[in-house]
């Protein structure tokens, strides 16, 4: 069916601000609690008022994480249609706008999603597993981070501070950095467990660590941010998405840049394929020997290393997409 209503929501951790814009004019704004029973009564009601169903409503919002989630399930167990978008697309898309507030963003992403209504995406949510691993790489990114805190500057208190202070500080130093890593190590072990248990990660946990340089932390972020190759099945948008594909930068006859990756990308995940692309040069083999005559060849490292993260993105849909683990010497089939 046809989308005639677009509703535009903007989210915060306390409330959400919806507006309704039908035919290219918004009718309505409200803003309700952000929970369940505000949004089951607040949305029924929008509904009745427009003489419309979830068939031919869009909500549009944009992609916050952990406050989109009473707003989604409901969503989801009443078979709405969404569509989340990330906040830099949205705002990239508008024009020139000045000033901000709550009810003037719902009401721009409502707008948003009904003049790209004909690039609508639809948004398939996570399995639970996929969620509670998600979860799970947040808290261990914590943890890390907090770990290195701690370490640098112990170090660098080290050089300037006498050693009796610096046996007091190290008393509760080293005890917070081993526990921190034995809870780092109990995360990983419980997110192997989840991947174990559940027959479809498995089987792709396979597939995309039987290529060289990826191991449990990167498999698992792919897993997350793909959402097990469902909303990103394609490994262009997959590269583009993880900030590993060069653009060109050129205008005129004035402008004659060099191609250069942009900043608009998940830094986790490109932060994860570049320790993967590095891996992989301390490893005797093919990607080793790409790199050696590369670098003969008076190429830049750094745009070495990046084609190296490409390939390794390639040959993790192409495996998943065949269903399959990497092959060194694979031989294609004749039908």
Not at 72 to 87: A, Y
Not at 233 to 255: I, L, Q, R, W
């Amino acid at each position: 069916m046809q989308i005639k209503h677009f509703i535009g929501i903007d989210v915060s951790k306390d409330t959400l601000d919806l507006s309704v814009v039908v035919n290219g004019k918004a009718l309505s704004h409200c803003c309700i609690g952000n929970n369940t029973k505000d949004i089951k009564s607040t949305v029924s009601k929008i509904m009745k008022d427009l003489g419309g169903s979830f068939d031919d409503t869009i909500f549009c919002m944009e992609h916050t994480g952990l406050y989109n989630l009473p707003i989604v399930r409901w969503l989801h167990k009443n078979q709405g249609k969404m569509w989340l978008e990330s906040g830099v697309h949205i705002r990239r898309t508008l024009g020139l706008v000045r000033g901000k507030n709550d009810k003037v963003d719902s009401s721009r992403i409502a707008m948003f999603a009904y003049t790209n209504r004909h690039q609508v995406k639809l948004w398939a949510p996570p399995r639970h597993v996929i969620e509670r691993i998600g979860a799970l790489l947040s808290q261990r990114s914590r943890l890390v981070k907090a770990k290195k805190q701690l370490s640098t500057a112990n170090k660098e208190q080290k050089k300037f501070l006498d050693t009796d202070i610096m046996h007091s500080l190290n008393k509760y130093t080293n005890r917070a950095i081993t526990v921190i890593g034995k809870q780092v190590e109990d995360i990983e072990n419980e997110i192997i467990g989840l991947i174990k248990d559940d027959d479809r990660l498995k089987r792709m946990y396979q597939i995309i660590t039987s290529i060289n340089g990826i191991g449990l932390v990167t498999a698992s972020y792919i897993l997350v941010t793909t959402n097990e190759f469902i909303n990103i099945n394609d490994p262009k948008k997959y590269a583009c998405y993880s900030g590993v594909v060069p653009f060109e930068h050129t205008s005129g006859t004035s402008v004659r840049g060099r191609n250069r990756v942009s900043h608009i990308a998940n830094k986790s995940i490109k932060t994860l394929l570049h320790l993967a692309a590095i891996s992989t040069l301390n490893t005797p083999g093919e990607i080793q020997d790409y790199y050696n005559r590369k670098i003969a060849e008076g190429k830049n490292k750094m745009s070495i290393i990046n084609a190296i993260r490409n390939k390794l993105i390639l040959r993790i849909f192409a495996c998943i997409k065949q269903n399959r683990e990497y092959e060194k010497n694979y031989c294609y089939k004749l039908a």
